[in-house]
């Protein structure tokens, strides 16, 4: 049956979309996953950052069941409760003065949205993001996407005036440079684009994610994010926060940029916000928002009451459940066994993040990245069942995400296979993978 799905799926899909397991899944509840001959799997990778508080939390499907039974669809022709709650709720959790919201279906939707808002408020065309950054698949989102160049081969020419810097990776400084002892050559760079290349007059929006996720699950030092912040203020730049993977209590916090004490112009919400629902979300100030003229943005199915409804159980449940709190405390202790596998195993080069957003970075002897060392690992995990998935522009970088609500047990059994697939990666094994 499991060959059967996936052949046939394999007949019907185009192969442009990439699957990261060949499992085929009947159920999913909290952390785990099964599949459809009853194997059960710890998943470590909550549909790609999504399900944070785990698969159908049982609040989040009976808001969603009952929102169902009474309204399905509203198109804009009419209000509904589930919006509206929902944006009290956000109002709430969101970092400083954002109070207004705009509603769509994906990630991708809504960094479309704030890049729309940024241009239109500040009348400026141009757009500076981060070199490994990944803002989602639609062209404008290509545009300023570069963590993997598959994702930009064949659809250039790509929006204009797109200025890219380097993100204050320190592991892999891009002036070979040491955290401690750094001038941050990547904040001057910054600083001289907008000398050489583009006017910060003419900048609409600095973009940014404030952990970056597909580049790398890199974290960036609270210096470069507050400069970001001071230089944005300076020159009426809208500062926009990619919180697509980091939100929703992913880091620990409800949104990473607290972990940086700043507050952006435009926040971007998606995966984690409605538990898998479709549902994404803009936010910024009214100030900003009301100057957004009626008409300038708009969608059919945005801000579908069911989603909604979702989102606002989602949120609700994160609160009252102390997720945030069970995310900051068993970080600690995550942290630290992965610290010790580290020291342990030579093809584990780093172990960052915030929360329980945790990437752990593969090596080969030379300190390269190894992408051979990553899926030796990943497939060991999921024959011993864990599902884990990889990140990075090498392909080196294994995602660490057990949903927030995760029990201490569980966390324990996946960091107890993922140390067993450490280990059992072999010197031979790497060898002849890259003989
Ligand atoms: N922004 C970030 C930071 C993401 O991680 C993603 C998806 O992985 C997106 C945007 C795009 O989201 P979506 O795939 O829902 O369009």
């Known amino acids: 049956m499991r060959v059967n799905i996936v052949k046939r799926a394999k007949k019907l899909l185009t192969p442009a979309l990439g699957w990261d397991t060949e499992l085929v899944i009947r159920r999913g509840r909290g952390a785990e996953v099964e599949t459809k001959t009853g194997k059960k799997y710890l998943d470590f990778s909550c549909g790609t950052a999504t399900t944070n508080i785990g698969h159908c939390h049982p609040k989040v499907v009976a808001a969603a069941k009952h929102q169902m039974n009474n309204l399905i669809h509203t198109g804009g022709v009419y209000f509904y409760d589930s919006i509206v709650k929902l944006s009290e709720e956000l109002k709430a959790i969101t970092p400083g003065a954002i109070d207004m919201f705009f509603f769509s279906n994906s990630g991708a939707e809504a960094v479309e949205g704030a890049m729309k808002l940024a241009k239109s408020v500040t009348h400026r065309p141009a757009i500076l993001s981060f070199r490994g950054a990944f803002h989602g698949r639609t062209l404008g989102c290509v545009s300023i996407t570069s963590s993997k160049v598959k994702y930009r081969k064949n659809y250039e020419p790509l929006l204009p005036s797109v200025y890219r810097a380097p993100y204050a990776y ?48 890199i974290v960036p030092p609270a210096e470069f994010v507050r400069f970001l912040r001071k230089l944005s203020l300076e020159h009426g730049i809208m500062l926009i926060a990619d919180e697509v993977q980091t939100g929703f209590g992913r880091t620990g916090k409800w949104f990473a940029c607290e972990h940086f004490g700043i507050e952006p112009d435009i926040i971007v919400m998606a995966k984690g916000i409605a538990s898998g629902f479709p549902l994404s979300a803009l936010g910024a100030s009214s100030k900003i928002m009301k100057q957004w003229t009626p008409g300038a943005h708009g969608t059919t199915f945005g801000g579908n009451p069911i989603s909604c409804a979702a989102a606002t159980a989602t949120i609700r449940a994160i609160r009252d459940e102390k997720m945030l709190e069970n995310c900051e405390a068993l970080s600690v202790g995550a942290f630290s066994r992965l610290e010790k596998m580290k020291h342990d195993n030579p093809i584990v080069g780093d172990v960052r993040g915030l929360g329980l957003m945790i990437g752990v970075e593969f090596i080969d002897k030379d300190g390269a990245p190894s992408a051979t060392a990553t899926d030796k690992v990943l497939e060991r995990c999921l024959e011993a069942g864990l599902i884990l998935i990889s990140c990075g522009t090498n392909g080196n970088v294994i995602r660490f995400i057990p949903p927030i609500n995760v029990t201490p047990d569980q966390l324990r059994r996946g960091l107890d296979i993922f140390e067993m697939a450490l280990q059992s990666v072999t010197e031979e094994e790497l060898e002849v993978a890259h003989a």
């Open 170 to 217: 320190c592991y892999r400084c891009p002036y070979g440079q040491h955290r401690e002892s750094c001038a941050f050559e990547c904040i001057q760079f910054v600083r001289d684009i907008f000398k050489q290349e583009v006017h910060p007059e003419q900048t609409a929006a600095i973009i940014f994610e404030p952990v970056q996720g597909e580049g790398g699950y």
